[in-house]
């Protein structure tokens, strides 16, 4: 009854609602009751495309999918941050494929057909996707078609389902693959030059020009005598709209509490250390100890001289000096305190090969019986990889049988430390948690001197009373600010506090400046207005913020009012050059040589040889320079032209026709710009399907 009830009370609003619809359904007519279902529904879409909402459960079941597959690939159900973030972008990259770019492709004729598919998988052409996935790689590093094989010949016998999992994500891919093959090639049929244009881009790019010329850069100061009208501004916003489309982004300023440790937390750790160190120097018990006293246990690992020293410098240093059973007393590197026992040495290697037959060992007395069988025929000289092929539950189809591989301490196998001691050559058995294993350690590097050293190490912990204290001051900002950036700047002035500003704040921003896991912070900015304060954010329980919303930018063509000092800017500065322009062809008004025209502007004549489109080096000069001297006749004074970076007057002194631009340097030029145009087609489709990504509000 009790959990029914929680269920209820869990449960009262949702019904609610639901109730308060049924009743609407009688007063409203269906199609209104719709419109406010689908806007009830809309606060929880993923995203849009195409005009399909994305929901949350469609968007989660994928997820779940791509979670199975990483699990499939990599053995392990648990997903860190990094492995989370790329199930996500799996998850949205297969919803884009199925809603926008393979219907894009379909619509262009283009399709797999089933012998097609088979001929991807087990023919001929074998696809790029199974050709690169490493369960198919064989020993010389290249593709095993018999491990492919194998592969789809276990499907039907795996009663987990996992392989038909992974054989279905690899034929989706392979799909998606030959559609965008096929539809690359298809466009790459358009990327056609003619004969005209292959001649003529080689002609421009092999003409070379000597030029003489002066040049009058523009100002950088802005010219405050220059106006620029309204209408000019909204003139320029509406010609140049397309280019002004921006993502969703923020401006903030905020105010940041970092609980440290005080002076009396430190004091406080010190001595607890130090009470304790009687018992660390003498305990029998050392890996209890740690578990009940240090902040982290006993490291089993083996050190050699110089693995400590990225660690602790201090550690390092006294491991390799002091004997067994000598203890370092406690030391302090920043609010952490260390003590440390030397609590055995060893003569090992770095690195052991080992080779094992695992055995199950539900039945031990089984298991041991099977061991002992094995290790008789074994010691009689038979192969151990032959044995371990017939015997060994282990078997991984792109590895000998038998063989575990090179291991490093960091490497092995939980509980497989015995093969860094173990003689090579010898056999001999271990039980882990995978069952019994049959061992054999074929080689070794040289054994040298390593260290197993206990550490004690407390850290100074911020105590309740100095949290509160930096917990008060976040909040004293926080309640008189009252949600209003008026009286934020006004208080953080009292308080002495100097807020700090972060630009350009994305959607989902997991950071901000330098400080990770932020995605509280950045979920409440995309929520507030301009201008709005927040209440505390606490981060990693280590950080309180209290955060100012200075600017607010949504995704699309921002307003011409939201951006008219910028545009007012880039008109003054057209204005300015413009007047630049009229001013030197004022001041050089009829003359007729360069070197006089230089005197009068107070510059000199440079000269520059082999200016083409195609030379060396022409990048580095300003390309519409290049574009007037690739149309100006020959020793004929040209100017005053207005360029990028400032005014020009030149004369072409001389023309050369050279090879060095040739037709596969023009072919490859043109191959070039087409895959420029290749990449932006993901964007330009995303773009024409209104693609929406609002996945920044869940995840």
Not at 161 to 178: C, P, R, S
Not at 559 to 588: C, F, G, H, T
Not at 608 to 628: I, L, N, R
Request: charged share 25%; glycine share 6%; with cysteine.
């Amino acid at each position: 009854m009790a959990v029914l009830e929680k269920i209820r009370v869990k449960m009262g609003v949702f019904i609610t609602a639901i109730i308060g619809l049924a009743l609407l359904s009688f007063i409203l007519d269906a199609d209104t009751l719709q419109s406010a279902l689908s806007m009830f529904s809309s606060k929880y879409d993923v995203g849009e495309m195409n005009g399909k909402a994305i929901s949350y459960q469609d968007f989660q079941k994928r997820v779940e999918y791509f979670s199975r597959v990483n699990q499939l690939m990599t053995g392990s159900a648990a997903l860190d941050e990094k492995s989370s973030e790329m199930v996500n972008q799996s998850a949205w990259q297969d919803l884009l494929s199925d809603n926008v770019l393979i219907p894009t492709i379909k619509a262009a004729g283009i399709a797999v057909g089933e012998e097609e598919l088979f001929d991807l998988s087990q023919g001929s052409s074998v696809s790029q996707v199974l050709l690169r996935e490493q369960a198919f790689i064989g020993q010389d590093g290249q593709f095993d078609r018999n491990l492919l094989v194998q592969f789809i010949r276990a499907i039907p016998q795996d009663n987990t389902g996992n392989l038909a999992t992974y054989w279905d994500y690899l034929e989706k891919n392979m799909i998606v693959d030959q559609m965008v093959g096929k539809y690359v090639t298809l466009l790459s049929k358009s990327n056609i030059q003619n004969p005209v244009e292959l001649r003529r881009a080689i002609e421009d790019n092999n003409i070379t020009s000597d030029v003489s010329f002066i040049i009058q850069p523009y100002g950088f100061a802005e010219d405050t005598t220059i106006t620029v009208s309204r209408k000019e501004v909204r003139d320029y916003y509406n010609k140049h709209k397309h280019s002004f489309e921006q993502a969703a982004s923020r401006d903030i300023e905020y105010a940041v509490f970092e609980v440290v440790p005080s002076l009396e937390d430190v004091a406080a750790a010190e001595n607890e250390i130090e009470k304790m160190m009687e018992e660390f120097s003498t305990t029998n018990n050392m890996r209890g100890f740690l578990v009940r006293n240090s902040d982290k246990p006993l490291d089993t690992y083996f050190y050699k001289a110089g693995e400590l020293a990225s660690k602790s410098p201090v550690l390092d240093s006294f491991a390799f000096k002091a004997k067994v059973g000598e203890v370092l007393e406690p030391f302090k590197e920043g609010d952490l305190f260390r003590a440390a026992k030397v609590m055995t040495t060893k003569q090992i290697p770095d690195s052991v090969f080992v080779q094992h037959i695992l055995l199950l060992n539900t039945d031990r007395a089984a298991a041991a019986k099977s061991a002992d069988s094995l290790m008789g025929v074994l010691t009689k000289g038979a192969d151990f990889s032959q044995v371990a092929a017939q015997h060994s539950l282990d078997q991984n189809p792109n590895v000998t049988p038998g063989d575990l591989g090179w291991m490093t301490q960091a490497t092995m196998i939980p509980g497989f430390d015995t093969c860094f001691v173990a003689p090579a050559g010898k056999l001999f058995t271990l039980e882990t948690t995978y069952g019994l294993h049959i061992l054999k350690v074929t080689e070794r590097t040289k054994p040298v001197n390593k260290v197993q050293l206990a550490v004690f190490e407390k850290s100074a912990v911020a105590s309740r009373e100095t949290f509160q204290t930096y917990y008060s001051q976040a909040n004293e900002l926080a309640s008189k600010s009252d949600g209003k950036i008026e009286n934020f700047n006004k208080i953080t002035q009292e308080m002495g506090i100097y807020p700090m500003p972060a630009y350009n704040i994305a959607e989902g921003a997991k950071s901000i400046a330098n400080y990770s896991n932020a995605r509280e912070i950045t979920r409440w900015v995309y929520q507030a207005s301009k201008g709005d304060v927040s209440q505390i954010i606490s981060l990693d329980n280590k950080y309180f913020f209290v955060v100012a919303v200075t600017q607010v930018r949504e995704r699309g063509v921002p307003s011409v009012e939201s951006i008219e000092k910028e545009l007012a800017k880039v008109l003054r500065k057209e204005k300015s050059d413009l007047k630049m322009l009229a001013s030197v062809k004022e001041q050089v008004a009829g003359m007729s040589s360069l070197e006089e025209m230089a005197d009068k502007l107070g510059t000199t004549v440079s000269r520059q040889t082999g200016v083409s489109f195609g030379a060396p080096g022409a990048q580095q000069f300003d390309p519409k320079f290049v574009g007037f001297v690739a149309g100006a006749p020959l020793n004929t004074l040209v100017g005053p032209v207005a360029g990028n970076v400032g005014v020009y007057i030149f004369n072409v002194d001389s023309r050369d026709t050279g090879a060095f631009f040739t037709e596969d340097d023009a072919k490859a030029s043109k191959n070039q710009a087409f895959g420029y145009q290749i990449q932006m087609i993901p964007s330009i489709l995303e773009k024409s399907a209104k693609v929406k990504d609002n996945r920044a509000k869940f995840f």
